[in-house]
């Protein structure tokens, strides 16, 4: 397998001292390059006649890779290492999101209205009128990142306190690229009926609920209960928000090939929650030919150990991964590293489309292929066509809750997902770009947009 891209994940700041004489900073920036280390900001810390102190931040692909480069510069004469830094690790402590009031107190008069005795009038207005807690309180702005630990990442069954960095990165992405109030809910509980009974009994302070590394098939009975007994909007991320992007990137991907959804062969291997909600997304967008795989291979009605959700997506043909991509157009990877090989690709039909989503690592690595795709995309940040359900959720939050939709609709995914797609213009496209970046302002906008005007259409927006 081809080694992974250095990258800021695994970023580390290396302090140390040397005599300040010409050359020394170079035998440094050397040894880090020589392993393939990518050298980001140096900054000089203190300097005399005779030493310099200095901290430079490098980026590794892997923890084993910044042991190496850290063990490299540390051998070498006259350099002394004072300290090194795991920037991850840093960017950490203390947790990432905080609570900020949004009116200050200054004085008497604004403890008086903001809390006891003048709060109690909103109080009453709110128990006579219940739909004022939407104009009077947080609620309108505010989504809870619900999870049980069960499905982390690609780390598996980490439990509520491993899983609570990731949701509050969550509520970070919240803030930033939906101006959302977004909180963390670890439950410590990986029961269905406790989760639903515990979402459903915290609902009254929150606008909308995003599920999250919640492992299937369980999400999909959590979900669909609680859309059920909420009147507040329910949305499964590793579901839809997988599902809308991938079908933004499609839409694109498709133009460059000039291949239509009706017609293209999809193969989609792994069929937990992201790869079910991608084949049923699909098939609402006109896909007419999907086979889903899962580690034993094609969901073929023939075997007798698939969920019900892996039966309803069951196929008659029978076999392997391998087997499935024989003059397929496209391969959708929601899976493992390494599952994809060169070979197998290379069985594909031509102007193969191939986004292999797995992370930190993809299904295949996209310098293997570099030759045999016509469009190739990864969920990773380091190659081009990053599939980040980070262009989804926001939007569809914040649309949401302008609206005060209900619930979300399979015509809110579609629309979402044309959203995005269209944002990069016809005259744009290229092999390399088939997906907005992350960082796209407009992304939200229009995301939030076309979810509004959905929801009106389906009846579920309440304003």
Same mark, same amino acid.
């Given at each position: 397998?081809?080694?992974?891209?250095?990258?800021?994940?695994?970023?580390?700041?290396?302090?140390?001292?040397?005599?300040?004489?010409?050359?020394?900073?170079?035998?440094?920036?050397?040894?880090?390059?020589?392993?393939?280390?990518?050298?980001?900001?140096?900054?000089?810390?203190?300097?005399?006649?005779?030493?310099?102190?200095?901290?430079?931040?490098?980026?590794?692909?892997?923890?084993?890779?910044?042991?190496?480069?850290?063990?490299?510069?540390?051998?070498?004469?006259?350099?002394?290492?004072?300290?090194?830094?795991?920037?991850?690790?840093?960017?950490?402590?203390?947790?990432?999101?905080?609570?900020?009031?949004?009116?200050?107190?200054?004085?008497?008069?604004?403890?008086?209205?903001?809390?006891?005795?003048?709060?109690?009038?909103?109080?009453?207005?709110?128990?006579?009128?219940?739909?004022?807690?939407?104009?009077?309180?947080?609620?309108?702005?505010? %989504?809870?990142? #619900?999870?049980?630990?069960?499905? =982390?990442? @690609?780390?598996? $069954? /980490?439990?509520?306190? +491993? &899983?609570?960095?990731?949701?509050?990165?969550?509520?970070?992405?919240?803030?930033?690229?939906?101006?959302?109030?977004?909180?963390?809910?670890?439950?410590?509980?990986?029961?269905?009926?406790?989760? %639903?009974?515990? #979402?459903?009994?915290?609902?009254? =302070?929150? @606008?909308?609920? $995003? /599920?999250?590394?919640? +492992? &299937?098939?369980?999400?999909?009975?959590?979900?669909?209960?609680?859309?059920?007994?909420?009147?507040?909007?329910?949305?499964?991320?590793?579901?839809?928000?997988?599902?809308?992007?991938?079908?933004?990137?499609?839409?694109?991907?498709?133009?460059?090939?000039?291949?239509?959804?009706?017609?293209?062969?999809?193969?989609?291997?792994?069929?937990?929650?992201?790869?079910?909600?991608?084949?049923?997304?699909?098939?609402?967008?006109?896909?007419?030919?999907?086979?889903?795989?899962?580690?034993?291979?094609?969901?073929?009605?023939?075997?007798?150990?698939?969920?019900?959700?892996?039966?309803?997506?069951?196929?008659?043909?029978?076999?392997?991964?391998?087997?499935?991509?024989?003059?397929?157009?496209?391969?959708?990877?929601?899976?493992?590293?390494?599952?994809?090989?060169?070979?197998?690709?290379?069985?594909?039909?031509?102007?193969?489309?191939?986004?292999?989503?797995?992370?930190?690592?993809?299904?295949?690595?996209?310098?293997?292929?570099?030759?045999?795709?016509?469009?190739?995309?990864?969920?990773?940040?380091?190659?081009?066509?990053?599939?980040?359900?980070?262009?989804?959720?926001?939007?569809?939050?914040?649309?949401?809750?302008?609206?005060?939709?209900?619930?979300?609709?399979?015509?809110?995914?579609?629309?979402?997902?044309?959203?995005?797609?269209?944002?990069?213009?016809?005259?744009?496209?290229?092999?390399?770009?088939?997906?907005?970046?992350?960082?796209?302002?407009?992304?939200?906008?229009?995301?939030?947009?076309?979810?509004?005007?959905?929801?009106?259409?389906?009846?579920?927006?309440?304003?």
């Amino acid at each position: 397998m081809t080694d992974l891209t250095p990258n800021s994940s695994f970023s580390l700041t290396i302090r140390f001292q040397n005599p300040n004489r010409p050359g020394m900073l170079a035998s440094v920036t050397q040894a880090i390059s020589t392993l393939g280390g990518s050298i980001g900001q140096i900054d000089l810390i203190e300097q005399t006649r005779k030493f310099s102190l200095r901290e430079i931040n490098v980026d590794a692909a892997s923890t084993e890779h910044a042991e190496a480069i850290v063990t490299a510069v540390k051998a070498l004469p006259e350099i002394k290492v004072i300290n090194v830094y795991d920037r991850t690790f840093n960017l950490h402590r203390g947790g990432k999101i905080s609570v900020e009031s949004r009116i200050p107190l200054k004085g008497q008069a604004d403890l008086a209205m903001a809390y006891t005795p003048g709060v109690g009038r909103i109080c009453a207005a709110i128990a006579e009128d219940p739909e004022q807690v939407y104009n009077l309180t947080i609620k309108q702005n505010t %989504v809870a990142i #619900v999870t049980d630990g069960s499905a =982390v990442l @690609g780390l598996g $069954n /980490l439990g509520p306190e +491993a &899983a609570l960095p990731v949701m509050e990165g969550k509520a970070m992405l919240f803030k930033e690229f939906g101006k959302l109030d977004a909180f963390p809910i670890c439950l410590a509980t990986q029961d269905t009926d406790e989760i %639903v009974e515990t #979402v459903k009994r915290i609902a009254p =302070v929150f @606008g909308g609920v $995003n /599920l999250e590394d919640i +492992a &299937a098939p369980r999400c999909f009975e959590i979900e669909s209960r609680l859309q059920r007994e909420l009147n507040i909007p329910v949305f499964h991320d590793d579901q839809h928000g997988t599902a809308i992007v991938t079908l933004a990137a499609l839409i694109n991907a498709l133009k460059v090939v000039h291949k239509s959804m009706a017609e293209v062969r999809i193969v989609i291997n792994g069929a937990g929650a992201a790869g079910v909600a991608i084949a049923r997304l699909l098939t609402k967008a006109g896909a007419n030919h999907i086979t889903l795989c899962d580690s034993k291979g094609i969901l073929s009605h023939s075997r007798t150990d698939l969920t019900e959700q892996k039966r309803e997506l069951a196929v008659e043909l029978c076999g392997s991964l391998a087997d499935a991509l024989v003059d397929s157009d496209i391969f959708l990877g929601v899976s493992g590293p390494g599952v994809l090989t060169p070979e197998m690709v290379r069985t594909m039909a031509a102007d193969r489309i191939v986004m292999a989503m797995a992370n930190p690592i993809p299904e295949i690595q996209p310098e293997l292929v570099a030759n045999d795709v016509a469009v190739m995309a990864t969920g990773r940040s380091d190659y081009p066509n990053q599939i980040n359900n980070v262009l989804a959720f926001p939007g569809m939050f914040r649309g949401a809750l302008d609206c005060r939709a209900s619930t979300f609709t399979t015509s809110m995914y579609l629309g979402a997902a044309e959203a995005i797609a269209d944002l990069i213009k016809p005259s744009d496209l290229t092999p390399d770009y088939i997906i907005p970046s992350v960082f796209d302002e407009r992304v939200a906008t229009v995301v939030s947009a076309a979810v509004q005007r959905a929801a009106r259409q389906d009846g579920v927006a309440g304003s």
